[in-house]
Nanobody, 124 residues
Framework: QVQLVESGGGLVQAGGSLRLSCAAS????????MGWFRQAPGKEREFVAT????????RYADSLKGRFTISRDNAKNTVYLQMNSLKLEDTAVYYC?????????????????WGQGTQVTVSS
């Protein structure tokens, strides 16, 4: 069992930055691929970014490349999402997820554990 707790969300003006954190507990963190997803009101959950267990490979949603960066610190059992140049349409609840086996994935159903989410609101 893996427990995931996100933090770092909040209210930010358009053009600003936020860094989300997701702290994991319960198992060897590097055994898990990690992902970030988001869900805006009235919309389906969508893929944001993913990183493999060792941290050496990352993938992003095409629309977010260049603005968002995923990283992880396995010594701290934490995965991060740095979000820059935020836009109104980035407003959503952001979730981190863990996938057994250490691989990355962009499909939500491939993840085994989910955090409770953290709200990000971008204002004009």
């Amino acid at each position: 069992q893996v427990q995931l707790v996100e933090s770092g969300g909040g209210l930010v003006q358009a053009g600003g930055s936020l860094r989300l954190s997701c702290a994991a507990s319960g198992r060897t963190f590097s055994d898990y691929g990690m992902g970030w997803f988001r869900q805006a009101p009235g919309k389906e959950r969508e893929f944001v970014a993913t990183i493999i267990g060792s941290g050496g490979v990352t993938r992003y949603a095409d629309s977010l490349k260049g603005r968002f960066t995923i990283s992880r610190d396995n010594a701290k059992n934490t995965v991060y999402l740095q979000m820059n140049s935020l836009k109104l349409e980035d407003t959503a609840v952001y979730y981190c997820a863990a996938r057994r086996g250490g691989g990355s994935a962009s499909l939500a159903f491939l993840y085994n554990y989910w955090g409770q989410g953290t709200q990000v609101t971008v204002s004009s």
